[in-house]
């Protein structure tokens, strides 16, 4: 008896193992390939050099697309985790008749592929003022991240109890007062996850921006998309990793603010 | 009779007006005063003193501070502070920041406000100097209770009010927590609502009491009025440990009236304010005032069987049956002679503790 | 009276930015496609105004869009297998692991999420490129002479969509086997069923909502998906999602394209609309 759950332990274990290396080698791979000097992409690499870096870091082009890609993360994260928060809040907070209505059109976003936004986004906007600008694709991707933020604050909020506010409002707080005093302090971490949240997923986001992106708001994920439909240039392995980076750091930071208790509130 | 708070009419629905939590309740508390709402959970107990205390609106009804209309005045504004259930002492802020918070919301100036909190903490028996700068969670459950007390008080409210604060802690505590707790409203004065499921806690703190259920205020009055006068069945139930009967008053004269409960099973009762106006009554009998013996005591008594003896320690807890249908609780301390199941006992009581309930 | 309604309705108030939000850059979006799949279109010229149903009528007969939908719906099918099973073991792994280990699983599974989709789909590139990883060792061990190109054909198509849908469908069903109390499968051993018996009888079932959850997500993702097979397909691989984005982009058929959109948008929208019902359905018979 025994020894039949070791045995499916370690087959379990082993599974494990390999799935784990399934996901994570593409990183290590690109990883391993932007440090190779050579001009064509090879495995393994012939040497050890920040020669693409460098010409990452060089071209004119290239920083654009990091910077424009910081641009409409930062604007999206000013849209879309206020709405997200707010609505979810009210979700927690409270008892209404339409609430189960209202839940279901805060979460439509979400599981609509963002494929299809896209293009609708461009069909509606691809004609007026609004086209090719930052602000439609941060709007584009407040989307989807306000849905995603209003899943996940309402996760982080169950554990919120709302008393709290009450004393407050009971000892003499008005509404700011309460805001400042009470609420942000006890939900500063869920918050600061929610901004992280919002960042790291407008920064990589790629399907949408083909569509409504021009030259001059070239987001890094489509500048790699349009530079690999032409070439397998080295240097995109550099942006990749550029890419993945963003992708650590944040996830390093949220793990620290939220645990990852919250992040496997992730799925659906 | 200076009254600090006073309700009018006040009716609440919850659920698009499905449930009624409460139905046109009116009552008043005076200056110095503590009264207690009791009640079972879901009487509506907890959310009248959340209208008071602004929290919630009543759909109508009046709410009177001071002899002032604050109905529609926002809970930040309205001159009482709430004691919560589960305390909601600020996790992320210190004993002192917690006391203090009230006073720095109304802006009052930072000397003031040490010396006030200073002082709250003295009053409540917490030395400022040891627990000023402890969080709530570094607290025993006890002192949790004395600052979120001393968190109301530091206010100086014209009535602060109680959401059964001492439930979460354990009986022994809680036993100290409600003697202490009623030492300090007394000393310093201080108008208080209570609201409790717990019917001791109620005794103990209690000047004045109503008993609320499913929204309505049933009867209010001193502890010792609805124990010993309930005026229906459901507070004679709910108050002690009640023995109630069907009964069918047979004659009446003068203060007493004969009360035939079953088959020839008649009982003696006294009578001092008005007479019953129906022939069916009810009658309440509470199981401490009942005493077993083996000859009679008293004019009144029956004879029975016991049932079962259950020892509980400081008091023993029989039922004995008068016949097949007719049971009776009987408590009695555990002291002198004790019965056991099986044995042939006489039932004893005087009729001045039966009273009769107005069906 | 409009104070009054947000008085009373506080709700609304914090509602209100995301709903704002939504039905001008969501929902309008989406009605004028409605409108835009009745527009005259021309190829190269985007849409003329006015209104005809010979769009939809294009759709019917469009033999070669029918050969892409029918493709990306056998795609759909080894996508949501692997997808599961994989998932699945991961996320029993996980749930049955705590502290560290724990930890570093779910770091693992979640990581990937915020990498663009654009690198995992050039990281298998360069992992089935002729000189890439796999090539190199398979040479090296002496299994083939030649390196050969290994990507651009269905099997890189469906491993890169794996990739992409694993993290999602690994939470969704650790979040439901999270939630099987666990005396349950103790109380099945205690009543002498075998490890293998109580994962069939017990566990299996209990986490059938987290399943088909996960199985309708893999569906979404793989029917409009658009970056990855156009990275790591060949032509024969064009998906729906790909000759969407050509009618939208190279074609500019912008009416012809909206009507493409609307019938994958029907297509994404009753496939989760079912196995929502579906999961409440197992969700309720698991409870019990």
Known sequence: MGKTIAKSSIFLNFACVLISAFILIPVVIIFLTSLDPAKYIRFPPSGFSLLWYEY????????????????????????????????AYAYRKYTFKLKNIFNTIMIIPYVTPSLLVGIALLMAFGRTILRGTYFIVAIAHALWSTSFIYILMQAALSNYDFTY???????GANLFQMFSEVTLPLLKSAFIAAILFAFISSFGEVTMAIFLVTSKTVTLPVLLWTSLKYELHPVATVASVICIIFAIVIFMLITKFFGTGMLSKIGM | MDIAVETRNITKRFEKGRVVALDNVSIYVKKGEIFTLLGPSGSGKSTLLRIIDGLEEPDSGDVFIDGKCVTHVPAHKRDVC?????????????VFENV????????????????????????VELNPEIYALRFPHQLSGGEMQRVALARALVLRPAVILFDEPLSSLDKRLRDKMRVELKQILKRFNLTAIYVTHDQEEAFVLSDRMAIINKGKILQEGTPRELYEKPQSSFIANFLGDTN??????????????????????????????TPPISRDVLVSLKAEKIVLSDRPLFENHLEATVKEAIFVGEKIIYVVELNKELTLKVIEKNFGKTWRK???VLVNWLPDDIILIPE | MKVNVFQKHRYLVLYLPALILFSVFFLTPFVLMIRMSFFIGKPLHCYIEGFTIENYLRFLRDFYVHTRLMFTLQLSAPVIFLTLVLAYIMAYAISRSSGIKRLILICVTIFPIWINLVVIAFSWQVIFARYGLINFFLTNLGIIDEPTPLGYNFLSVVIGLVHVCLPYTILTLLSVLDNIDPTLEEAAKDLGATKFKIFVEVTLPMSMPGIITGAAFCFVWTMSSFVIPSFLGSPLQKTIGIEIANQVLTALNWPYGSVLSIVLLCITSS???????LRERTARWAKQ
């Open chain 1, 56 to 87: 990452f870091f060089s071209n004119k082009v290239w920083q654009n697309g990091l910077l424009n890609s910081v641009y409409v993360a930062v604007l999206n994260t000013i849209i879309s985790v206020p709405c997200g928060i707010l609505a």
């Open chain 1, 165 to 171: 506010e009450e004393a407050a409002k009971d000892l």
């Open chain 2, 82 to 94: 709430m004691v919560f259930q589960r305390l909601a002492l600020f996790p992320h802020k210190n």
């Open chain 2, 100 to 123: 203090a918070f009230g006073l720095k919301m109304h802006k009052i100036d930072k000397n003031e406000i040490k010396k006030r909190v200073e002082e709250t903490l003295w009053k």
């Open chain 2, 244 to 273: 109630i009967f069907k009964g069918v008053i047979k004659q009446m004269k003068g203060n007493l009236v004969i009360i035939e409960l079953q088959d020839g099973i008649c009982i003696t009762a006294n009578y001092t304010e």
């Open chain 2, 342 to 344: 099986g044995d042939r």
């Open chain 3, 271 to 277: 496939t989760l609309l079912i196995s929502n019902i």
